[in-house]
């Protein structure tokens, strides 16, 4: 069964260094998406991406933080500068199409700044 | 800012028993997920309800779209050990965004 692969599952990293979380989405999906969930907090909403681009993104989703899709199979966050509040599950998500439509996420990466 | 109000946040009940979760919002929404959620994984969709007064049925979980579509509700019949973990709604926004509740963590103890 087609599924959205995350890597790493683990990162721990030193405050001030870049991030870069990966994501696979399933392939033929058209909508990607970046949460997070910080530990026993609800599940926030960065970004999401259609069409190679940016197509919304919220206020946790300032300078710091940047989605690419190199090469039409890869979709990168990156952190530029890591902070302690960075620390959290980043999940990434696809979907085929928007409006209700199904919402596969990744098992997520857990990101420790320390 | 649209939010989505879950309650109860936390939920411990004795196999057998019946158990309603609601997620209410002052704002409209054009379709409402509900998704269930393991430690250390990622959201899994359980149900999507789209149109206003809809009831979706899954197994022993049932799950109604209020007519206004502001509000929805996830009832459990019978709760076995096997239902628990967390539940989480979300709301897809004005913006196609997903709007979710907190969570209600569920036990359910044998």
């Known amino acids: 069964e087609p599924e959205v692969t995350q890597t790493p599952s683990h990162q721990v990293t030193q405050m001030g260094q870049e991030v870069i979380l990966r994501c696979v989405p399933i392939s033929n999906h058209l909508y990607f998406y970046w949460y997070r969930q910080i530990l026993g907090q609800k599940v926030e909403f960065l970004v999401s991406?259609?069409?190679?681009?940016?197509?919304?993104k919220s206020e946790i989703f300032d300078d710091q933080f940047s989605v690419e899709r190199p090469d039409g199979s890869n979709f990168t966050l990156k952190i530029r500068s890591t902070k302690l509040e960075d620390s959290a599950m980043y999940f990434c998500?696809?979907?085929?199409?928007?409006?209700?439509?199904?919402?596969?996420f990744g098992e997520g990466s857990r990101l420790t700044v320390l | 800012t649209q939010l989505l109000e879950q309650s109860p946040q936390f939920l411990s009940i004795q196999e057998g028993e019946n158990l309603t979760v609601y997620c209410n919002s002052s704002s409209v929404f054009s379709s409402l997920q509900w998704y269930r959620q393991e430690p250390g994984e990622g959201p899994v969709l359980l149900v999507t309800?789209?149109?206003g007064g809809e009831v979706k049925k899954l197994k022993r979980l049932t799950f109604q779209f209020g007519d206004a579509r502001k509000d929805s509700s996830l009832h459990i019949t019978a709760a076995q050990p096997g239902d628990t973990g967390l539940y989480l709604c979300?709301?897809?926004?004005?913006?196609?965004?997903?709007?979710w509740g907190a969570g209600t963590k569920l036990i359910i103890k044998p």
């Open positions: 309800v789209v149109t």
């Open positions: 998500a696809s979907r085929f199409r928007d409006i209700s439509g199904e919402l596969f």
């Open positions: 979300a709301g897809v926004g004005s913006n196609y965004q997903l709007i």
């Open positions: 991406f259609y069409n190679n681009e940016i197509s919304e």
